[in-house]
């Protein structure tokens, strides 16, 4: 098993920053792909970035590049997501989640474990 909690969520103005961070707990964190994903009311789950096991690759959805930064510290077991120049469709619950496959990595399916969440909110 692998524990997920996300934190750095909040209320931010456009154009403004965040910076997310999910602890991991349980099983060996650098074995693991990290990845961040999204959700709003009645709207599927959407990938938003990735990151392999030793952190050489990276992977964003369209959306985001220039913006967003992920990020692993596997000595402290944390991944994080950079998040400048926020807009408020970026407006969401963020998601972190652990992938043993380090493959398909923008695909909801592709994880075994998902952290509760946290509260993105970007005002206009």
């Known amino acids: 098993q692998v524990q997920l909690v996300e934190s750095g969520g909040g209320l931010v103005q456009a154009g403004g920053s965040l910076r997310l961070s999910c602890a991991a707990s349980?099983?060996?964190?650098?074995?693991?792909?990290m990845g961040w994903f999204r959700q709003n009311p009645g709207r599927e789950r959407e990938f938003v970035a990735a990151?392999?096991?030793?952190?050489?690759?990276?992977y964003y959805t369209d959306s985001v590049k220039g913006r967003f930064t992920i990020s692993r510290d596997n000595a402290k077991n944390t991944v994080y997501l950079q998040m400048n120049s926020l807009k408020p469709e970026d407006t969401a619950v963020y998601y972190c989640?652990?992938?043993?496959?380090?493959?398909?990595?923008?695909?909801?399916?592709?994880?075994?474990?998902w952290g509760q969440g946290t509260q993105v909110t970007v005002s206009s």
């Open positions: 349980g099983r060996t964190f650098s074995n693991y792909a």
């Open positions: 990151i392999n096991w030793s952190a050489a690759s990276t």
């Open positions: 989640a652990a992938s043993i496959r380090n493959m398909g990595l923008r695909s909801y399916g592709s994880y075994n474990y």
